[in-house]
């Protein structure tokens, strides 16, 4: 069974401190991970798949990067607007799980000014 | 930018109620899913479909229906709603054949069950 656990539940910084969200998973073969980004009452918003080992993918002040066991979305001098609940999923080769995705409960992360 | 809708955004209702909620896309993706989530907690796939007339149960168990008669259409359906049934109510699409690749989600449905 696929599973995907994200560290820390939550994470409060200032603007400008960097820091990094973690997602550790299991999966028999990886086909992709995900983050999203899931902002109150609202749907989740794609931000990065990555499929292999060493792999990185960025965009503006997110970075995320790819082990065999565990991912990161690092976030450099954040801003408020930066604020939300971000989610790891996994998606494997089991049959199941290669219809479905597996997601984690999210890391919420507030910005202050 | 994913073009994927659903209604309503919110609704509150009395138990024994029947409901639908609707998703539809328009971007031409085979593949459609619903998802529950509770606030705090992880998504959970209740159900999804490959194409027209092909639908599957997901790992969580649903007693909610769902039809895909359209490609871009995706309602789901509770004949008889109970307090149980209210969560978040989220409706993804994806493209390709295969291997499923980026889900895009809807902005959701909150469901308040009375």
């Known amino acids: 069974e696929d599973q995907v656990t994200q560290s820390p539940e939550a994470l409060r910084l200032q603007e400008g401190e960097s820091s990094s969200l973690n997602c550790s998973y299991t999966v028999s073969g990886l086909r992709g991970l995900f983050w999203y980004r899931q902002d109150p009452g609202k749907g989740p918003e794609f931000l990065f798949t990555?499929?292999?080992a060493g792999e990185e993918k960025e965009k503006e002040r997110l970075k995320a990067t790819l082990t065999k066991k565990e991912s990161f979305l690092h976030i450099t001098a954040p801003k408020p607007e930066d604020s939300a609940t971000y989610l790891c999923a996994v998606q494997g080769f089991r049959s199941g799980s290669a219809r479905q995705l597996t997601f984690g409960s999210g890391t919420q992360l507030t910005v202050l000014p | 930018e994913a073009d994927i809708y659903q209604t309503p955004r919110y609704l509150v209702i009395g138990t024994g109620k029947k409901i639908t909620l609707e998703c539809s896309q328009t971007?031409?993706?085979?593949?459609m899913y619903w998802y529950q989530q509770d606030p705090g907690m992880e998504l959970h796939l209740i159900h999804y479909?490959?194409?027209?007339?092909?639908?599957e149960k997901g790992d969580l168990s649903s007693e909610s229906t769902v039809s895909r008669i359209r490609t871009e259409h995706f309602p789901l359906t509770l004949e008889s709603a109970r307090p149980s049934h209210t969560s978040q109510y989220l409706c993804?699409?994806?493209?390709?054949?295969?291997?499923?690749?980026?889900?895009?989600f809807g902005p959701g449905t909150r469901l308040l069950v009375l």
């Open positions: 479909s490959y194409g027209v007339n092909s639908t």
């Open positions: 993804a699409s994806s493209p390709g054949r295969g291997v499923i690749g980026t889900q895009y």
């Open positions: 990555l499929y292999s």
């Open positions: 971007m031409g993706h085979d593949k």
